[in-house]
């Protein structure tokens, strides 16, 4: 029996030899992605945000058609004015005055004309209740030395008015006109623009607002529809500020520190024409128009930054990883 045993393990050993072999390049590389990237990639990265809306349907409001003396249409006490109205066709004496030829006239005319009505006016109710919404992001990657720039979003954050229309539009106007001050530290930059209907609008710019706050795993300042919130980090300071072992340690994570990256999310009732990011100049357009939106046409805004605590660090690496449509400007 003993002898059995043996002869069914090494067959079995000999038959999984090969997968085995081919299995251990896989296993190896994985330790090399995994288990030796940099570690300061595997750091919690701080991030801030700031604005606020809501998707509401715009207000319909309809006017009366204007009538004119050349018999407009809707005018008169006998509708569909000018003489179209029952008592000119039975004045025209189709089929003697009410006969069943004139009848079916007047119904023929009188749905045509109720077709015509529902198709102009019916679409151009539909289209008020549900009008195409523009939902953009502008996203720019600066180098780490803009760090006046990171105090300037700090300071915005703080004293921003999210809760209203014009303070959000001045949100957009303070943060573009900030990151447009500063174009020697630009880096990287990307630019999107989808247009859903109002009714699927909210769930894109959702989606794209989670997309960007997924990328770090600490909100260390936010100021939502005038909720301003700055929650205390494991290993912070009162201020929220991260706080290293050693002086040692500080050191080599603000060395470390290679980018900044700031998002700009937005939906608007405004057609926008956002250029593609070939260069400064496109970057530099994109971000005018962001600034210039208007605030009656504002549904949402979202302003994303990161890193935003002190001693936290972003790297090439993490650009690469995190921002792979960000192209050099």
Not at 133 to 156: E, F, H, P, T, Y
Not at 175 to 192: D, K
Not at 269 to 283: R, S, Y
Request: charged residues 15%; contains cysteine.
């Amino acid at each position: 029996m003993v002898p059995t045993f043996k002869k069914i393990a090494g067959t079995i050993k000999s038959a999984f030899k090969p997968l085995i072999k081919s299995l251990i390049p896989v296993a190896l590389a994985l330790v090399l992605v995994f288990g030796l990237q940099n570690p300061d990639a595997l750091a919690a990265r701080s991030g801030g945000r700031m604005g606020g809306g809501s998707f509401r349907a715009p207000s319909r409001s309809y006017r009366t058609p204007a009538r004119t003396n050349g018999g407009a249409m809707y005018g008169g006490g006998y509708g569909y004015g000018g003489g179209f109205g029952l008592p000119f066709m039975y004045g025209l004496g189709f089929g003697g005055g009410g006969g069943m030829f004139s009848l079916l006239i007047t119904l023929a005319i009188a749905g045509f004309l109720f077709r015509t009505f529902q198709n102009t006016f019916g679409s151009d109710a539909g289209s008020a209740e549900n009008p195409g919404i523009s939902v953009a992001k502008v996203q720019v990657g600066l180098m780490a030395q803009a760090r006046n720039l990171q105090l300037d979003l700090d300071r915005i954050a703080f004293n921003a008015d999210t809760n209203t229309e014009s303070g959000r539009a001045k949100v957009l106007q303070e943060v573009s006109l900030t990151l447009l001050r500063h174009p020697e530290y630009w880096v990287y930059g990307s630019v999107s623009n989808d247009t859903p209907k109002l009714s699927g609008a909210e769930a894109v710019f959702n989606r794209l607002t989670m997309a960007e706050r997924s990328k770090f795993s600490e909100e260390t300042l936010s100021n939502i529809n005038g909720q301003v919130k700055q929650p205390k980090l494991a290993g912070a300071d009162q201020g929220g500020a991260l706080t290293p072992q050693s002086p040692a340690e500080l050191l080599a994570m603000n060395a470390n520190a290679e980018y900044v990256v700031v998002t700009l999310l937005v939906a608007t009732t405004a057609k926008l024409q956002l250029p593609k990011i070939n260069g400064e100049n496109d970057m530099k357009q994109a971000l005018q128009q962001i600034g210039s939106l208007a605030a009656s046409g504002l549904l949402a805004i979202e302003v994303v930054w990161t890193p935003q605590a002190d001693g936290d660090c972003l790297t090439s690496d993490d650009i690469m990883a995190s921002y792979p449509d960000m192209k050099l400007v």
